[in-house]
């Protein structure tokens, strides 16, 4: 397309617009304006991405369009890791421990029945499967590694600004019916393509109404004990669909102390049983985030809710022409949305070019 300009609006300014808006962006000849109804800075559970704890721990299965975006994303977080501090991301310890009753049960994060070890295993240098006699009771294995920690309140406004110095434009506005997109841009001539990152709002986009979107509940406790690793065990048989896990957030973030997986649970107040689980879980997790004196010494800095926009069939990384304007979707991380975010980005770039060409040609 030459030194053509390309016009583009993404909508949603959560990790996937976000993301996507920056790997855009790069990209001179892209002019681009960010629409959405919250931004960086607001809490609402219906806006997900503040929310996440968020670490870097794969879920795909193994051979899936999943593991494939995550494995893609893990250079770009590791990098950022080691060059950008100011990112708010940062390395940390992490310990995932399989129950025995467990083993095969509890998906890709955990062991499995074969005893292979997970596909992800290879991406951590330094992972390994701790030897049976540093397992502690009831426990069939740990994998220890390297991951690390997104402190989300600064991460999304630190997106957000290498946007800006890129040239992106943010608005503010809710988008009632996906085309409207178009005369949203910044440049009087509109937009040629949007990309859609509205996450569990695709549901309600006029236009998409993608109603296999549904919220997967999850309350958080943020904490200002410091554990200084991060960790989880698997719970498959749960009946509150509760799983302790705890990570501590770079820059002063606090601990994040999860967690539920709430399938159609569209409740975006803190449950104040499920707060007590969770405290108690995660103390009995690991005893030494309150140096053993039980959950009461917890310090808590918040309660909070997000919806993770669960699409049961995957993530939509498509082209779809609505109203004769090409629309490209990136909705329906669930529980993995920083995990797979420059993975799904990329992925999004290579269909917004293809459309830039055939614009181009026309
Ligand atoms: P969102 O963050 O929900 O953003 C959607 C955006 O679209 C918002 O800006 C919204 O305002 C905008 N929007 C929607 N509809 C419209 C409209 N009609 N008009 C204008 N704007 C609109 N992921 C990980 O990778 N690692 C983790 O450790 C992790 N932990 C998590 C823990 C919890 C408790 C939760 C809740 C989630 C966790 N996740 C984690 C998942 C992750 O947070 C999500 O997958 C991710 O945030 C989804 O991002 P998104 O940009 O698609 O959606």
Redesign the pocket.
């Known amino acids: 397309m030459g030194c053509q300009t390309f016009n583009i609006t993404v ?7 976000l993301t996507t808006a920056y790997v855009l962006s790069q990209n001179p000849n892209f002019k681009i304006t960010v ?5 960086p800075g607001d809490y609402h559970a ?4 503040p ?5 870097f721990w794969p879920m795909g299965e193994a051979g899936s369009e999943q593991a494939a975006f995550e494995k893609a994303t893990w250079p770009q977080l590791f990098k950022l890791a080691n060059e950008r501090p100011e990112s708010g991301i940062a390395f940390q310890k992490s310990y995932i421990h399989t129950r025995t009753e467990d083993v095969g049960k509890a998906g890709s994060l955990f062991a499995s029945n074969d005893g292979n070890l997970p596909w992800w295993s290879s991406l951590f240098p330094d992972f390994k499967s701790l030897d049976s006699s540093e397992l502690a009771p009831g426990i069939h294995s740990t994998f220890e590694f390297t991951t690390v920690c997104i402190n989300t309140a600064i991460y999304l406004p630190w997106l957000l600004s290498q946007g800006l110095g890129n040239g992106v434009a943010f608005k503010r ?3 009632e019916h996906v085309a409207d997109a178009t005369s949203l841009h910044e440049n009087p001539e509109h937009a040629q393509v949007i990309v859609n ?5 695709a549901r309600k ?1 006029g236009g998409v109404d993608d109603t296999s979107v549904v919220p997967a509940r ?1 309350q ?1 406790v943020v904490v200002r004990n410091d554990p200084e690793i991060m960790t989880t065990a698997s719970n498959a048989t749960s009946e509150h669909n509760t799983m302790a896990y705890m990570m501590c957030r770079p820059g002063g973030g606090g601990t994040i102390l ?2 539920c997986y709430q399938v159609d649970n569209w409740n975006e107040f803190p449950d104040p049983d499920v707060a007590e689980i969770i405290k108690k879980g995660c103390v009995a997790l690991y005893p030494a985030l309150t140096q053993g004196k039980g959950a009461d010494e917890l310090s808590v800095i918040r309660h909070g809710v ?4 669960l699409r049961p069939q995957g993530v939509r990384v498509a082209t779809e022409y609505i109203k004769g304007i090409p629309v490209v979707h990136n ?1 329906g ?7 797979s975010s420059y993975g799904c980005a990329s992925a999004v770039a290579s269909l917004v070019e293809r459309e830039a060409k055939i614009g181009a040609k026309l």
């Open positions: 909508i949603g300014a959560g990790v996937a617009g629409v959405a109804k919250y931004m219906e806006y997900a991405s929310w996440a704890g968020a670490n506005a809710v988008v990152c509205t996450g569990l709002m986009l999850g958080v999860g967690g997000g919806f993770r926009p909705y991380h669930g529980g993995w949305g920083y995990q």
